[in-house]
T-cell receptor
Framework: RKEVEQDPGPFNVPEGATVAFNCTYS??????FFWYRQDCRKEPKLLMS???SGNEDGRFTAQLNRASQYISLLIRDSKLSDSATYLC???????????FGTGTRLQVFP | GAVVSQHPSRVICKSGTSVKIECRSL??????MFWYRQFPKQSLMLMAT?????????EQGVEKDKFLINHASLTLSTLTVTSAHPEDSSFYIC?????????FGQGTRLTVV
């Protein structure tokens, strides 16, 4: 079983749609959780950290369910510029090692 | 924000030759840097952790004699792909952590012909 699993997609949605991505992780010792965005042939960039209480940043909402070892990302009012691959990332307790999911590809069309 | 610079961004080399990739933290010191490899449509896979002043820690299945890592200063780590083969063709990317956030280099696209 992969340490971090995501649906690779692609998710093809129209502008203005709401779309949700899910991610599961296998290591219950994981302590920090993130969503990164990666554009084609570019380096990943931090989109947002994920906190136990859930957090929101503009159109983006991230949630964590430790009991189910599950992380989600919700994007509201999708923009064309949101088209990218979204990477679910976790790290274990007391380590800087990051484990990446395969990413979920989002394509927003006009 | 913090910047990690990676060079070269693209390299084509012949089979059997070696290629060196540099990763620099431009405005902060990084005692630890990470090297990843990403094949098309796959996730970033951690290859090794580069430790300033000591040996790198390699992930299972990564040949340390083939992927030489040197972290001689607090701002520079290098990855040398030795005796490159076509199957080593991939996107190599480094990162460093600052205040719990990972910053990535721009990546190096290696093509071995």
């Amino acid at each position: 079983r992969k340490e971090v699993e995501q649906d690779p997609g692609p998710f093809n949605v129209p502008e203005g749609a709401t779309v949700a991505f899910n991610c599961t992780y296998s290591n219950s010792a994981s302590q920090s959780f993130f969503w990164y965005r990666q554009d084609c042939r570019k380096e990943p960039k931090l989109l947002m950290s994920v906190y136990s209480s859930g957090n929101e940043d503009g159109r983006f909402t991230a949630q964590l369910n430790r009991a189910s070892q599950y992380i989600s990302l919700l994007i509201r009012d999708s923009k064309l510029s949101d088209s990218a691959t979204y990477l679910c990332v976790v790290n274990a307790r007391n380590t800087d090692k990051l484990i990446f999911g395969t990413g979920t590809r989002l394509q927003v069309f006009p | 924000g913090a910047v990690v610079s990676q060079h070269p961004s693209r390299v084509i080399c012949k089979s059997g030759t070696s290629v060196k990739i540099e990763c620099r933290s431009l405005d902060f010191q990084a005692t630890t840097m990470f090297w990843y490899r990403q094949f098309p449509k796959q996730s970033l896979m951690l290859m090794a952790t580069s430790n300033e002043g000591s040996k790198a820690t390699y992930e299972q299945g990564v040949e340390k004699d083939k992927f030489l890592i040197n972290h001689a200063s607090l701002t520079l780590s290098t990855l040398t792909v030795t005796s490159a083969h076509p199957e080593d063709s991939s996107f190599y990317i480094c990162s460093a952590i600052l205040n719990t956030e990972a910053f990535f280099g721009q990546g190096t696209r290696l093509t071995v012909v």
